[in-house]
C-alpha cells in the first residue's frame, strides 16, 4: 500500500490562494483513487474532493468552483489548489487514497490509505 504524505498548508487571510500537495511511496500512485477530506475543530471530517485513477474529478458543493484537484503520477504527488478561501474553509486536510474498484469515492470508510494532514486556517 501507499504512504501519504501531504505539504502546503498554512494561514493566509480570506481570499487567499494555497496549494496542498500529497507524495506518495511505496506504490504504484497512479493505480489509486485519490481524494481530499477536511475536518474543522468540533467537527466530523468532511469529503472536498476526489480524482479518479483514470481522471475523472468530483467536488462537494460547497468548494465546486473554487478548489482543484490534480495529480502528476510521474512524481507521485497529488494536488488541492484552492482559491478564494474563506474562514470556512479552515480546518486539518486530508489526503487519502484506495486502489478498491466499485467503492464510493466519497465515503471516508472506503479509502484505506490516509496522511497525517496538515493544518489550514484562514482568517478574515
Known amino acids: 500500500q501507499v504512504q501519504l504524505v501531504e505539504s502546503g498548508g498554512g494561514s493566509v487571510q480570506a481570499g487567499a490562494s494555497l496549494r496542498l500537495s500529497c507524495v506518495a511511496s511505496g506504490g504504484t500512485f497512479s493505480e489509486y483513487d485519490m481524494a481530499w477530506f477536511r475536518q474543522a475543530p468540533g467537527k466530523k471530517r468532511e469529503w472536498v474532493a476526489s480524482?479518479?485513477?483514470?481522471?475523472?474529478?468530483h467536488y462537494a458543493q460547497s468548494v465546486k468552483g473554487r478548489f482543484d484537484i490534480d495529480r502528476d503520477n510521474s512524481k507521485n504527488t497529488g494536488y488541492l489548489q484552492m482559491n478564494r478561501l474563506t474562514p470556512e474553509d479552515t480546518a486539518m486536510f486530508y489526503c487519502a487514497a484506495k486502489k478498491i474498484l466499485f467503492t464510493s469515492i466519497i465515503a471516508e470508510d472506503s479509502y484505506p490509505e490516509w496522511g497525517q494532514g496538515t493544518q489550514v486556517t484562514v482568517s478574515s
Open positions: 480524482l479518479t485513477a483514470g481522471g475523472f474529478a
